[in-house]
């Protein structure tokens, strides 16, 4: 069974999405369930992963509602505030919903040490008490960060959204090239293959761009844990739906049936329960 392991829905407005890129941009606008669910049947997915866009709790009630309503949603990873005192109580609130399967902050907006942190641990910590897995979001130059909260949680699942986003655009390997297989080093920590088109060239990008980065990752972690996420609609940004997969499908295609199998659903269904 196929699952999209990453990807997001958000009702538009031009102050919280200011990320977007402005009203030109292709993403500068509504994107629901109702417009995935063919995407996802057109390219032989069974179900998807919705993951948090917003810094907030009422981006919680808003994905599990939705989940409610699809059952192609198999799994929502939500928003809690890791540092807050009461960290547990925002936990318990949600961990009895069944899809409620994990947590993401938006790293990559934070201080390069903020992973790194005492009370960001401390919260990443709680998480194993409701069963709960972590998206690690960042940038290439956060990953000594995440190594290190890593190193502090080692009974904690986590997952590095996007392989930490690479410098993909101006070919740069090093040093995540070396950091990310020190991350790899942990075996409780899986990588999403992921993201990838919004860190190389939107307008010119070739599938040999991203090869010594997947050949990094496949190395790395191999296939049980590696999952495929498209990232859409951030995707489209570089790439309609299918032109995100066919990069990973492409440099997947001389992989065993049971290593693809783990690659485009399997490892993702194992992580979060589904």
């Not at 890791?82 to 009895?96: C, M, S």
């Not at 790899?184 to 992921?194: G, T």
């Amino acid at each position: 069974m196929r699952i999209d392991s990453h990807q997001h829905f958000w009702v538009y407005d031009s102050e919280e999405y200011g990320w977007t890129g402005g009203p030109d941009s292709p993403i500068s606008k509504s994107f629901g369930p109702e417009q995935l669910a063919p995407l996802l049947a057109a390219n032989g997915f069974a179900g998807a992963v919705a993951v948090q866009a917003r810094t907030s709790l009422a981006e919680n009630d808003y994905l599990l509602g939705l989940a409610d309503e699809h059952d192609f949603i198999r799994a929502v990873v939500g928003w809690v505030d890791l540092t807050a005192p009461d960290v547990e109580a925002q936990l318990a609130k949600y961990a009895g919903r069944p899809k409620f399967k994990g947590v993401r902050h938006i790293a990559q907006g934070e201080a390069d040490d903020f992973l790194a942190r005492d009370d960001v641990a401390r919260g990443v910590k709680a998480l194993a008490g409701f069963g709960l897995t972590y998206d690690i979001l960042i940038y290439h130059r956060q990953l000594p960060a995440a190594i290190e909260l890593v190193r502090k949680c080692p009974e904690q699942p986590f997952v590095v959204d996007h392989i930490a986003k690479p410098d993909i655009k101006n070919g740069t390997l090093e040093p995540w090239r070396e950091q990310i297989r020190e991350l790899a080093s942990y075996e409780n920590v899986m990588c999403k293959v992921s993201g990838m088109v919004t860190e190389a060239n939107p307008n010119d990008w070739k599938h040999a761009d991203f090869a010594p980065y997947l050949e990094t990752v496949f190395e790395a972690f191999g296939p049980s844990r590696l999952m495929y996420g498209s990232d859409w609609p951030v995707c489209l940004l570089g790439a309609d739906y299918a032109g995100a997969l066919g990069i990973v499908e492409r440099a997947a295609e001389s992989w065993s049936d049971a290593d693809r199998e783990r690659l485009f659903g399997g490892t993702c269904a194992a992580f979060y329960g589904i």
